[in-house]
């Protein structure tokens, strides 16, 4: 069975700049996250689905940042613009249903760093 | 917010050493998962307790809730180079069943 996968791994940006990360959740996955993980700290969820609708976005930085999730399957979040606390690793993270007790699969991260 | 401390922050010990690595909150949690995350990867689960007190064992790994469901603890008999990692915990609340709030991590290394 595929793994969550996500694009890019890697990225490099200018503040100000614009950038986007797509992640592909595990097929049949209700549940889609997204995580902020700086350096050195556990990660930080920025906003959770439940197939294309939000469940939570109490830490999104809805200013900057932005999320969909079309047709409840792939899943892109957004930067515009971006600052130099957002370098950090972008996680995506996938579920069956959606549980705090279910095992959520994390995909390998986009690797931000801002200049 | 919820908080879960995460101790010690750092760990580098010697194959066959043991460590515990403990992970404390002041909020209840209704679940509480152990992840390990390797460099450039995702966190992995390692297991997920339920019931205060529960102890769940996984090879060399043993995982305590405490009584309280406040806090947790990770042992490792053992230990060897393939412990290696960031070792997670992360909580559920039961106001807010599926968001995970992660702790602060610890980095283990294990040297031959």
């Known amino acids: 069975e595929a793994g969550v996968a996500q694009s890019p791994r890697y990225k490099i940006i200018e503040k100000r700049q614009s950038v986007a990360f797509w992640c592909n959740p595990i097929?049949?996955?209700?549940?889609l996250y997204w995580y902020q993980q700086i350096l050195g700290q556990g990660p930080k969820l920025l906003i959770q689905?439940?197939?294309?609708?939000?469940?939570?976005d109490s830490q999104l930085p809805k200013d900057r940042f932005s999320a969909e999730r079309l047709k409840g399957v792939d899943s892109t979040l957004k930067i515009q613009p971006a600052k130099l606390e957002d370098s950090a690793v972008y996680l995506c993270?996938?579920?069956?249903?959606?549980?705090?007790?279910?095992?959520?699969?994390f995909g390998p991260g986009t690797r931000l760093l801002v200049l | 917010t919820q908080l879960l401390e995460q101790s010690p922050q750092f760990l580098s010990i010697q194959e066959g050493e043991n460590l515990t690595v403990y992970c404390n909150s002041s909020?209840?949690?209704?679940?509480l998962q152990w992840y390990r995350q390797e460099p450039g990867e995702g966190p992995v689960l390692l297991v997920t307790?339920?019931?205060?007190?529960e102890v769940k064992k996984l090879k060399r790994l043993t995982f305590q809730f405490g009584d309280a469901r406040k806090d947790s603890s990770l042992h490792i008999t053992a230990a060897q180079p393939g412990d290696t990692g960031l070792y997670l915990c992360?909580?559920?609340?039961?106001?807010?069943?599926?968001?995970?709030?992660f702790g602060t991590g610890t980095r283990l290394q294990v040297t031959l």
């Open positions: 307790v339920v019931t205060g007190g």
């Open positions: 909020s209840v949690f209704s679940s």
């Open positions: 992360a909580g559920a609340s039961a106001g807010t069943a599926s968001k995970l709030t």
């Open positions: 689905f439940q197939n294309n609708g939000v469940v939570d």
């Open positions: 993270a996938s579920s069956l249903i959606g549980t705090g007790q279910e095992t959520q699969y």
């Open positions: 097929s049949g996955h209700a549940t």
